[in-house]
């Protein structure tokens, strides 16, 4: 076995010693999980290692493991083989790096087929599930059995891990929408091949799934954002249903005005005002979901000009922010928390409310409106009634009922058609894989104090620099929680366009390195932040890398996934 190790320390060196000890693993592996569970035909690993950066690396084979116990004998084979595996949930976190590792020639371990609903606590509020487990999934579960809990989701794709976005420590729009904070009770397979079960002293405890800190040191934060374990269950707790909810939108008309805005919100989500996780986008970010690129208007240079950005406010009444957001509770709270709002809000932009018979009318507007023909009978009425619903253009009207989902918890694939925004191709009806359809995005997602001077210093920090790289900017504010906010940058980019991949790589890199100096770390990482991450924080440096050093001599499981694999 030494002459495999010495060419397996470097597995992306695709020498035919490599080859041969890869096939060897291979034969391995399908006596393991099975032959149609471990693909290593090239059009499989190119499919595999699509991406929506704008580069990527190509895997050496992908496996698909169904068992916690297939998972531990994966695992244990890598270490054998000196084979380094990188594990994804579903792999769909476009944006950040897909089913990508840090280098070539790893091995991609997609736990979708570890799907199973294990338990589902109505009493208690909380669910037990396998990393496989989708956000449409779940929430189909609980409306089938009709069970009264919530699951809180993102805005990307319905196929997207619920415990795969609350390991990476993801947002969504509830009062519950700080998914790591909403996980209770791990199990984990750890680089060595044992089976972890978190929570304390007592690995049979009643209160697994229901008290996170257990006794004892608290180690579920180890197995987040990082590579010392693959969780392969998890305990998630559930929003019970309100009695009553309100969907509210918030329009700023002024950048100057933005300051006093984010000050406002940090005051409403101290008092309990706001519970839920706002999300304010920027005006090209919402340009984004409402169509194609307009190529056309750029005058010869790389982006959109301000004049340019201030036609398309004009045309489709776009405001410089927009902002989404949810009140939950009893009618009488509703009512007394939509005063406040009102109070707080109306002198800084425009404010709106929308109830489910609200939601109806402007979901049956939009579809009465999509099925007629231009210039027919049915058309000229729909423009007469468009008044009554909402002054807001058709394509955004249309928007409306499909947030109103998101903040009950329901998946759906509207906003992630955003990522299509500069590719050749429009996004099919269903189904949306924007890695795989060759589409440009990344994101970065820097954090700040909530308070209009940070996000004032913060949007004069990286504002210059998508300029310098010819790059319109792209940015979102949500709510972590009442003291924080993050701002979501978006890099959208053409991936058929070489010269503008070279450009959005560089722009990526410099905003990177500009929020870590100016004080604004980001809440995750995407794939291309991780190679310098914690680069001058010597001592929690080299904390982790002796926590990882102990609990993973061998260095297989995700190298340099925001923890050096050595010390």
């Excluded at 792209?474 to 366009?497: A, E, H, V, W």
Aim: with cysteine; hydrophobic share 35%; net charge neutral.
């Amino acid at each position: 076995m030494s002459s495999q190790r010495a060419t397996l320390e470097n597995p992306d060196e695709t020498t035919a010693a490599g080859d041969t000890v890869r096939k060897a693993l291979y034969e391995k592996l399908v006596a393991l999980v099975g032959e149609g569970h471990v693909l290593m035909q090239e059009d499989d690993r190119q499919k595999h290692s699509k991406t929506t950066l704008p580069y990527s690396k190509a895997c050496a084979l992908i496996l698909y493991p169904s068992t916690a116990l297939e998972v531990q004998g994966i695992i244990k084979l890598a270490n054998e083989y000196r084979w380094p595996v990188w594990p994804f949930s579903r792999g769909n976190n476009w944006g950040y790096g897909t089913k990508n590792a840090l280098k070539e020639n790893a091995i991609i371990l997609v736990l979708e087929r570890m799907n199973r609903i294990i338990e589902v606590n109505e009493s208690l509020a909380y669910a037990v599930i396998e990393p496989g487990v989708s956000q449409k999934q779940l929430n189909d579960y609980l409306k089938e059995n009709k069970i009264n809990l919530w699951l809180d989701c993102t805005d990307s794709t319905p196929n997207g891990s619920i415990l795969g976005n609350a390991i990476e420590r993801g947002y969504g729009y509830t009062p519950y929408g700080d998914h790591f904070g909403h996980l209770c009770g791990l199990e984990v397979v750890l680089p060595n091949g044992g089976l972890l079960k978190t929570g304390g002293e007592h690995s049979s405890a009643k209160t697994w799934n229901t008290h996170k800190w257990g006794s004892g040191p608290y180690v579920e934060g180890l197995f987040s954002q990082s590579n010392l374990g693959v969780v392969v269950k998890g305990g998630v707790w559930l929003m019970p249903k309100p009695e009553d909810f309100r969907l509210f939108t918030f329009e700023v008309r002024s950048d100057d005005r933005l300051p006093e805005v984010i000050n406002a919100l940090r005051e409403l989500s101290l008092a309990g005002t706001i519970q839920c996780h706002t999300h304010m986008v920027n005006d090209f970010q919402m340009l984004s979901l409402l169509g194609p690129y307009p190529y056309d208007k750029r005058d010869g240079k790389t982006h959109l000009s301000d004049a340019a950005l201030g036609e398309f406010r004009k045309k489709f009444r776009i405001p410089r922010w927009s902002l989404v957001g949810g009140l939950y509770g009893a009618p009488d709270v509703l009512k007394m928390n939509r005063k406040k709002l009102k109070k707080r809000l109306c002198g800084l932009g425009d404010i709106d409310f929308f109830d489910d018979k609200k939601i109806s009318a402007a979901k049956k507007f939009a579809d009465f409106h999509a099925k007629s023909k231009e210039g027919s009978v049915s058309r000229i009425v729909a423009s007469l009634l468009k008044p009554f619903i909402s002054l807001k253009p058709i394509k955004l009207i249309q928007l409306i009922p499909d947030i109103h989902d998101i903040l009950k918890g329901v998946p759906n694939e509207s906003i992630l058609a955003s990522a299509y925004f500069k590719s050749s191709s429009r996004p099919p009806e269903s189904n949306l894989n924007p890695a795989e359809d060759g589409c440009g995005i990344m994101w970065l997602a820097p954090t700040l104090p909530a308070t209009g001077e940070a996000a004032e210093e913060l949007l004069k920090l990286v504002k210059p620099i998508y300029e310098s790289h010819g790059f319109e900017f792209s940015g979102c504010f949500t709510i972590i929680n009442p003291r924080t906010f993050f701002l979501l940058m978006g890099i959208f980019f053409d991936q058929k366009d070489h010269e503008e991949k070279a450009r959005a790589l560089n722009l990526y890199h410099e905003l990177n390195r500009a929020v870590k100096s100016g004080g604004f770390p980001q809440y995750r990482l995407g794939l291309p932040a991780m190679e310098n991450f914690m680069e001058n924080e010597n001592e929690i440096h080299d904390l982790l890398a002796r926590i990882k050093k102990a609990a993973d001599p061998n260095g297989i499981l995700a190298p340099g996934r925001y923890i050096a694999s050595t010390a």
